[in-house]
T-cell receptor, first 114, second 114 residues
Framework: ELKVEQNPLFLSMQEGKNYTIYCNYSTTSDRLYWYRQDPGKSLESLFV?????AVKQEGRLMASLDTKARLSTLHITAAVHDLSATYFC??????????????FGKGTKLSVKP | ETGVTQTPRHLVMGMTNKKSLKCEQHLGHNAMYWYKQSAKKPLELMFV???????ENNSVPSRFSPECPNSSHLFLHLHTLQPEDSALYLCASSQGGTGTEKLFFGSGTQLSVL
C-alpha cells in the first residue's frame, strides 16, 4: 500500500529565511506532484516531477525528486508572507499511474511571519 | 478561478436528508474526480470518471452516489449520511488521464452532517 508522508506538518518561518519540506513515499513510483492550498480555496498544482533527478523551479520554490530514495523536497528560498499556505505532495500507485490514482500526504501548513 | 466550479460552497444537512453536490468544468477536460478532504486525514480519492465512464470507485460507501451526465458535469448525490461524512468535498478535472497532466481543483463544498 502506498503511503505518502510529509514533514514537517507545521512550519513557522521568518521572512527571508530558507527551509525545506520533505516528502517520502513508501512504494515504487515514477512521479511526484506538489500542490498548494490557500485557506478556503482550492488546490493549485505547483510541480509535476516525472523522473529521477527531476528539478523544477518557480519563483522562490524549487522541487526535486529522488526516486531511488523515494524522496521529494520542496525548498523555499527567502520566504515571503505570500507563500503562507498548505503544501501537499502526492504520488501515484505504481508506474504510469494516472492522477486518478494520486495518494496525498497530510500537507505541510506553512506560516511565514515578518 | 481554476475553471472548475462547485456548488454549493457550504451545505448543512441532517442524516435523513438527500442532497446533491454539483461540479462543472469549463476547461474541455475529459476526466473528472471527486475527492474528500477531512480535517485530520490526507486528501482521499473517491471517484474517477473518464469520458463519462466511471473508472474508479475507491471503496466509497453507497450513501455516496456519483453521476456524470457529460464530460463537463459531475454530481455527487448524498443520502442518509453520517456525521463522520462531514468534510470538504473537492471536484477536480484533467485532460488525458496519462498521469503527467495537472489536476485542476474546484473550491470545494464544505459539508456538515448533523
Amino acid at each position: 500500500e502506498l503511503k505518502v508522508e510529509q514533514n514537517p506538518l507545521f512550519l513557522s518561518m521568518q521572512e527571508g529565511k530558507n527551509y525545506t519540506i520533505y516528502c517520502n513515499y513508501s512504494t515504487t513510483s515514477d512521479r511526484l506532484y506538489w500542490y498548494r492550498q490557500d485557506p478556503g480555496k482550492s488546490l493549485e498544482s505547483l510541480f509535476v516531477l516525472l523522473s529521477n533527478g527531476a528539478v523544477k523551479q518557480e519563483g522562490r520554490l524549487m522541487a526535486s525528486l529522488d526516486t531511488k530514495a523515494r524522496l521529494s523536497t520542496l525548498h523555499i528560498t527567502a520566504a515571503v508572507h505570500d507563500l503562507s499556505a498548505t503544501y501537499f505532495c502526492a504520488s501515484t500507485r505504481g508506474y504510469g499511474g494516472s492522477q486518478g490514482n494520486l495518494i496525498f500526504g497530510k500537507g505541510t501548513k506553512l506560516s511565514v511571519k515578518p | 478561478e481554476t475553471g472548475v466550479t462547485q456548488t454549493p460552497r457550504h451545505l448543512v444537512m441532517g442524516m435523513t436528508n438527500k442532497k446533491s453536490l454539483k461540479c462543472e468544468q469549463h476547461l474541455g477536460h475529459n476526466a473528472m474526480y471527486w475527492y474528500k478532504q477531512s480535517a485530520k486525514k490526507p486528501l482521499e480519492l473517491m471517484f474517477v470518471y473518464n469520458f463519462k465512464e466511471q473508472t474508479e470507485n475507491n471503496s466509497v460507501p453507497s450513501r455516496f452516489s456519483p453521476e456524470c451526465p457529460n464530460s463537463s458535469h459531475l454530481f455527487l448525490h448524498l443520502h442518509t449520511l453520517q456525521p463522520e461524512d462531514s468534510a470538504l468535498y473537492l471536484c477536480a478535472s484533467s485532460q488525458g488521464g496519462t498521469g503527467t497532466e495537472k489536476l485542476f481543483f474546484g473550491s470545494g463544498t464544505q459539508l456538515s452532517v448533523l
